[in-house]
């Protein structure tokens, strides 16, 4: 059953969410970029094994599948470095993540996230846990030059056998985020889940410099780094990771009966798998394995033990959040995103710098970026794009910090018109919520389209939180959707809403965000 047409989703889910803002910004578990790494310093070592395991889908179907995860007696670090586990002192610890603290099963989907400073040598031993129907199987990792070790020859890279090993090794030379992938019967074994992200940090110098050139990069309490490449002009106060994949319903079921059969005939050998990748019409639509509303969950949680990351940013107004993006699926996933342009500053780990700085012989260090200002991304297979997104509340018409006269709050324009530290928009400062608020349907449909048009105003504001003359949650935010723009993507079998979709909540200066969800 269609809980409503596609065709008229714009509207309704804009009315929907004008009512559920405060809602979502309460209950959503928030997000960052979790992964693993290998403690100390020099080479990393990290041991995957590629198995069989079930994923949960907001339908209720379990979807049988592949992925990586880390092969048995492994046991990595995990980033961000404040993660805690039950029973730690960590001061920004939650219950919820209490019961579930982060887990590197023997499969995972999408793939562990790797993550090594830059010039790290790195080396992945894979072991081939697949059933035997499967066959081979191997990792492609993309960007840098990699070396072989045990397996045989496949047709793009060494493979590993059914039952045995291979290993692969690259010095991750260069920041950026980058995707990898299997490499055997790749038409059915990225489908079938077997991807993740490899995210190279740039050099501690970087920070430094940055500083020294007054940029003030600053990392994060839950951000891998200060800034995302060796570039004073790309700090972050915050980061998520968006893998965007599908998963076709038919195939699953395919592989499915075949390695049963092979299973129950007990042989051997099993005959090569042979699965119908064309015609190619997907059921599933995922970001980091997980379809809405489950991408809105908690990271790690215990429901999906297989899909332990989100995919539900939160900021507030004025920060820069850094947006990582990877097409990991067969076919292009239109990323929209609401609430305002993102800056690209790097495709494939390349950064984009400006030509005119390019020529006058800046150093990289201090290039400005020059990437394209995006409203829709276009996650290409195997690609990955990374950009900058800011909010600042600039165009509403009212204070979005909800400051009201005499609460002491100044604001100090730069250059831009902008405040020196809190970033917002001077012009608009002590300005009132308009007494008649502004037509959804206007706000929903233009510049600021699917988001409430009332942030949670602080404590020393007097007024009440309008339309309702009651302020219903204090944390209230401003709710955008990010989704695919290929309507049929944001369905769970056809189902909306569902699939590739979430939400980025805007929340109040005073609200705190925590990223341990």
């Not at 290998?38 to 990290?46: E, K, L, W």
């Not at 007696?73 to 961000?80: D, E, H, T, V």
């Not at 090794?169 to 055997?184: H, I, L, M």
């Not at 200002?373 to 600039?394: A, E, H, P, Y």
Request: proline content about 9%; charged content about 10%; glycine content about 10%.
């Amino acid at each position: 059953m269609r809980l409503f047409s596609i065709q008229s989703w714009h509207h309704r889910a804009a009315v929907a969410l004008l009512a559920a803002g405060g809602l979502l910004a309460a209950a959503a578990g928030e997000a960052a970029v979790p992964g693993i790494t290998t403690a100390g310093a020099g080479p990393a070592v990290f041991n995957l094994d590629a198995s069989e395991a079930n994923l949960s889908q907001p339908d209720g179907t379990s979807l049988y599948a592949w992925g990586y995860g880390c092969d048995t007696g492994f046991k990595p670090s995990f980033l961000p470095s404040n993660w805690t586990s039950p029973g730690g002192s960590g001061a920004a610890q939650s219950a919820s993540n209490a019961a579930a603290p982060p887990v590197c099963p023997l499969m995972q989907v999408p793939a562990p996230t790797l993550i090594v400073p830059e010039g790290t040598v790195v080396t992945v031993n894979l072991r081939n846990r697949l059933p035997l129907a499967a066959g081979n199987t191997s990792i492609i990792f993309t960007g840098f030059p990699v070396t072989t070790s045990g397996g045989v020859p496949g047709a793009a890279v060494q493979e590993a056998l059914p039952g045995g090993t291979v290993s692969y090794t690259f010095t991750a030379s260069r920041p950026g985020t980058y995707a990898y992938y299997s490499g055997t019967q790749a038409d059915i074994q990225i489908d079938m889940g077997l991807y993740g992200a490899l995210i190279v940090l740039p050099s501690a110098a970087t920070a430094a410099a940055a500083n020294a050139a007054g940029n003030h990069c600053v990392q994060g309490p839950y951000s891998l780094a200060a800034s995302a490449y060796d570039n004073i002009y790309t700090c972050y106060d915050r980061e998520y990771l968006f893998q965007l994949s599908e998963a076709s319903l038919p195939l699953h079921q395919s592989v499915q009966d075949q390695v049963a059969a092979c299973k129950a005939a007990a042989t051997v050998g099993c005959a090569p798998l042979l699965a119908a990748s064309e015609p190619y019409r997907p059921d599933f639509f995922m970001i980091n394995g997980r379809s809405l509303p489950d991408d809105l969950d908690p990271h790690y949680i215990q429901t999906v033990p297989h899909q332990p990351y989100n995919g539900n940013p939160h900021m507030h107004p004025g920060e820069n959040i850094l947006v990582r993006i990877i097409g990991q699926g067969r076919i292009q996933h239109p990323f929209h995103i609401h609430g305002n342009h993102e800056r690209a500053i790097a495709r494939d780990g390349n950064l984009i710098v400006s030509q005119a700085d390019a020529v006058t012989g800046v150093p990289v260090l201090k290039q400005r970026l020059g990437g394209p200002v995006l409203f829709t991304i276009s996650s290409v297979s195997g690609q990955s794009i990374d950009g900058i997104f800011n909010w600042t509340g600039k165009g509403l018409n009212w204070d979005v910090y909800g400051h009201v006269a005499g609460d002491h709050s100044t604001c100090t324009p730069d250059a831009n018109g902008f405040d020196l530290v809190s970033k917002e928009w001077c012009a608009d400062h002590l300005k009132p919520i308009p007494v008649t608020p502004p037509d959804p349907i206007v706000v929903a449909n233009g510049q600021w389209y699917g988001g409430t048009p009332f942030l949670g105003l602080q404590s020393s504001n007097p007024l009440p939180l309008p339309p309702t003359g009651s302020r219903l949650n204090s944390d209230a935010g401003y709710a955008y959707m990010w989704h695919s723009h290929d309507e049929r993507e944001i369905t769970t079998r056809n189902v909306f809403p569902g699939g590739l979709m979430t939400m980025l909540i805007i929340d109040p200066p005073s609200a705190q965000i925590d990223e341990t969800q």
